[in-house]
């Protein structure tokens, strides 16, 4: 089951700049990293809509390294990434990969606002 963790405005994702964005992943009881969590891959797809399938394909996507002690997936955005994108909101999910079958473990809109 995915959670549902918006990005918002206060967050601060920027239109070209440089941004590192977390999520805590457990296994469905606060604070237990799932078994393994470290071997996992990890993608952040960001789409324009909200996307009909976890394999739509998405406007940008970027590995998220997983955190096997923190049980924190963490995706380095660097500002070139979205140095083409309008400030809007958009959409994403983080999907484990490495199954046959892929997992959303978290969607949601992301704010993304004009450079600062």
């Not at 601060?12 to 469905?28: A, F, P, Q, R, S």
């Not at 399938?53 to 390294?65: F, M, R």
């Not at 083409?84 to 969607?107: E, H, M, Q």
Request: proline share 7%; hydrophobic share 40%.
């Amino acid at each position: 089951m995915s959670i549902v963790q918006n990005i918002v405005e206060d967050d601060g994702w920027h239109v070209g700049e440089d941004k590192v964005l977390e999520w805590l992943c457990d296994n469905g009881t606060v604070g237990q990293i799932p078994v393994g969590f470290d071997t996992w891959t990890l993608k952040l797809r960001v789409f324009m809509k909200p996307p009909p399938t976890p394999v739509s394909t998405p406007l940008k996507e970027w590995a998220a390294t997983p955190d096997g002690g923190t049980g924190l997936a963490t995706v380095q955005v660097n500002r070139a990434d979205t140095d083409d994108w309008a400030p809007g909101v958009y959409y994403y999910n983080l999907v484990r990969t490495d199954s046959a079958a892929w997992t959303v473990i978290a969607k949601g809109t992301a704010a993304v606002m004009a450079a600062a």
